[in-house]
């Protein structure tokens, strides 16, 4: 009799939801509260962020660690966990930056710190990328907690600094100094959205399971200076600026990475009839040879996610107007698709160059290729909770095309997911490091509501 009075009370544990209208109100002040500490990266002190972080966990009484880093002690990390009742399986982390962007000011029609609420929609740098997530995942632990809830896998929430610079002292400093404390089986972090209108004709929840490489590379050229009356022919700004013509004209091949076959075979059984076809054959090289280029051209993001990708983001060079200079820059922030090698792409870039005299210089050399299996308990099971949200929505694996955290999980062979349970638009995702980044309290409560549920289900006993 004991044993099935403990079976139903655990059944009404796992089944259990907060009144999410009575949270309503506490999330949306936490998420204001957040909202209003600057994090903004440079120059990136966290520390006020991870004190309120510590404050809740310890008014909750859920455990916690905090970490500084020696190095810079505005660097700081927050790990707090529920511990799981089997010791056997690797636990679940929630994986958030509590850094941002900085913003300009006089470009804002919001104040970007005064976390405003108008119109049921929050204003601040940070409300999509990423301190709602951080609220989302911040929510479900308390709320999990206050239920008494005893998961069997571990939940442990870690946020981190310095994600908005890729920094060596944020994730990868905790890998490097504390995987003890992680080695999770699953990470959910950053790196793709639900979408009303980025996707051909519906509404999608793209999930990350890829990244593209981030390959950081200067463009170098050094000759003889001069003075500007007497111009003569290849000093290094002419060399230069011949080399970069060719580089931003350089239309490198399609290519479609496994994942983004897997995408487009997802929207093509979605779409249907003869466009649907040609997404679900685009792996076919005489499909791609016809239909790719258009594909690619129907927005900037999709071009983004067939090739490889070059933008010239810096140039540096002169100090007079009258004086030729000797040396001049550019930087190029290369984008690679998971399976290309750096250096194989640099001896691509040589042969269009065509030019010994101009010389590469990596400044950051990516090493990640892990893709995450989209075959997994955690993916199918987020891909539930976000169609019970939202029925008509499709949940795919995605490839961000940005660089997130989860690479230096995947680079450790951990299978990493990349989604902020949210619907919106373009134009709201333009404001991701734009102007007025805001979101909307439905889409608070919804991401929310669908942290807990997955949670519950990933972490709670088998189904």
Same mark, same amino acid.
């Given at each position: 009799?004991?044993?099935?009075?403990?079976?139903?009370?655990?059944?009404?544990?796992?089944?259990?939801?907060? *009144?999410?209208?009575?949270?309503?109100?506490?999330t949306?002040?936490?998420?204001?509260?957040?909202?209003?500490?600057? +994090?903004? *990266?440079?120059?990136?002190?966290?520390?006020?962020?991870?004190?309120?972080?510590?404050?809740? %966990?310890?008014? @909750?009484?859920?455990?916690?660690?905090?970490?500084?880093?020696?190095?810079?002690?505005?660097?700081?990390?927050?790990?707090?966990? $529920?511990?799981?009742?089997?010791?056997?399986?690797?636990? $679940?982390?929630l994986?958030?930056?509590?850094?941002?962007?900085?913003?300009?000011?006089?470009?804002? *029609? @919001?104040?970007?710190?005064?976390?405003? /609420?108008?119109?049921?929609?929050?204003?601040?740098?940070?409300?999509? #990328?990423?301190?709602? $997530?951080?609220?989302?995942?911040?929510?479900?632990?308390?709320?999990?907690?206050?239920? =008494?809830?005893?998961?069997?896998?571990?939940?442990? %929430?870690?946020?981190?600094?310095?994600?908005?610079?890729?920094?060596?002292?944020?994730?990868?400093?905790?890998?490097?100094?504390?995987?003890?404390k992680?080695?999770?089986?699953?990470?959910?972090?950053? =790196?793709?959205?639900?979408?009303l209108?980025? %996707?051909?004709?519906?509404?999608?929840?793209?999930?990350?399971?890829?990244?593209?490489?981030?390959?950081?590379?200067?463009?170098?050229?050094?000759?003889?200076?001069?003075?500007?009356?007497?111009?003569?022919?290849?000093?290094?700004?002419?060399?230069?600026?011949?080399? /970069?013509t060719?580089?931003?004209?350089?239309?490198t091949?399609?290519?479609?990475?496994?994942?983004?076959?897997?995408?487009?075979?997802?929207?093509?059984?979605?779409? =249907? =009839?003869?466009?649907?076809?040609?997404?679900?054959?685009?792996?076919?090289?005489?499909?791609?040879?016809?239909?790719g280029? +258009?594909?690619?051209?129907?927005?900037?993001?999709?071009?983004?996610? /067939?090739?490889?990708t070059?933008?010239?983001?810096?140039? *540096?060079?002169?100090?007079? +107007?009258?004086?030729?200079?000797?040396?001049?820059?550019? +930087?190029?922030?290369?984008?690679?698709?998971?399976?290309?090698?750096?250096?194989? %792409?640099?001896?691509?870039?040589?042969?269009?160059?065509?030019?010994?005299?101009?010389?590469?210089?990596?400044?950051?050399?990516?090493?990640?290729?892990?893709?995450?299996?989209?075959e997994?308990?955690?993916?199918?099971?987020?891909? #539930?909770?976000?169609?019970?949200?939202?029925?008509?929505?499709?949940?795919?694996?995605?490839?961000?095309?940005?660089?997130?955290?989860?690479?230096?999980?995947?680079?450790?062979?951990?299978?990493?997911?990349?989604?902020?349970?949210?619907?919106?638009?373009?134009?709201?995702?333009?404001?991701?490091?734009?102007?007025?980044?805001? $979101?909307?309290?439905?889409?608070?409560?919804?991401?929310?509501?669908?942290?807990?549920?997955?949670?519950?289900?990933?972490?709670?006993?088998?189904?």
């Open positions: 009799m004991k044993k099935i009075i403990l079976i139903t009370y655990a059944l009404i544990l796992i089944q259990a939801e907060p *009144n999410w209208e009575k949270a309503r109100n506490e949306v002040n936490l998420f204001q509260e957040y909202l209003r500490i600057d +994090t903004s *990266n440079p120059p990136g002190d966290v520390r006020l962020a991870a004190k309120w972080f510590a404050d809740i %966990f310890g008014e @909750e009484d859920i455990s916690f660690e905090i970490f500084t880093v020696p190095q810079d002690p505005r660097r700081m990390h927050v790990l707090a966990e $529920l511990t799981g009742m089997n010791p056997e399986l690797k636990p $679940l982390l994986l958030n930056h509590m850094d941002v962007v900085p913003v300009d000011i006089n470009y804002w *029609n @919001e104040k970007p710190f005064d976390g405003e /609420l108008r119109d049921g929609v929050i204003y601040g740098r940070g409300t999509i #990328d990423m301190k709602s $997530l951080g609220i989302m995942h911040l929510m479900a632990l308390m709320q999990l907690h206050r239920e =008494g809830w005893r998961p069997e896998r571990t939940i442990k %929430f870690l946020a981190v600094a310095d994600e908005e610079i890729l920094g060596p002292l944020g994730t990868s400093w905790m890998i490097e100094n504390h995987w003890d992680l080695d999770p089986e699953w990470v959910w972090d950053e =790196g793709g959205v639900g979408s209108d980025s %996707f051909s004709g519906m509404s999608a929840f793209a999930i990350a399971v890829a990244q593209k490489k981030s390959f950081w590379v200067e463009a170098v050229v050094e000759g003889k200076s001069g003075h500007g009356m007497r111009p003569y022919k290849d000093h290094p700004n002419e060399i230069l600026v011949k080399a /970069l060719k580089i931003v004209n350089w239309n091949p399609l290519e479609i990475a496994p994942v983004v076959d897997e995408m487009f075979n997802r929207m093509g059984e979605r779409i =249907g =009839g003869g466009q649907g076809l040609v997404l679900k054959s685009l792996d076919n090289g005489l499909v791609r040879y016809f239909a280029g +258009t594909i690619a051209n129907s927005s900037v993001t999709t071009n983004a996610m /067939l090739r490889n070059i933008s010239l983001t810096m140039l *540096n060079s002169g100090y007079k +107007t009258n004086i030729i200079p000797e040396k001049a820059t550019a +930087t190029l922030d290369i984008r690679l698709l998971p399976h290309v090698e750096p250096e194989d %792409f640099l001896e691509d870039l040589k042969l269009v160059i065509n030019d010994d005299r101009v010389q590469f210089i990596p400044k950051r050399i990516p090493r990640n290729k892990h893709v995450s299996s989209w997994t308990d955690f993916f199918n099971i987020l891909s #539930d909770e976000l169609n019970r949200e939202k029925p008509d929505a499709l949940a795919m694996p995605f490839m961000t095309i940005g660089g997130t955290d989860s690479q230096f999980f995947q680079a450790k062979g951990v299978d990493c997911y990349g989604l902020i349970p949210i619907m919106i638009t373009e134009k709201d995702i333009q404001s991701i490091h734009g102007i007025d980044e805001s $979101l909307s309290v439905e889409n608070l409560m919804m991401g929310t509501r669908i942290v807990y549920r997955t949670i519950k289900r990933v972490c709670g006993p088998g189904e």
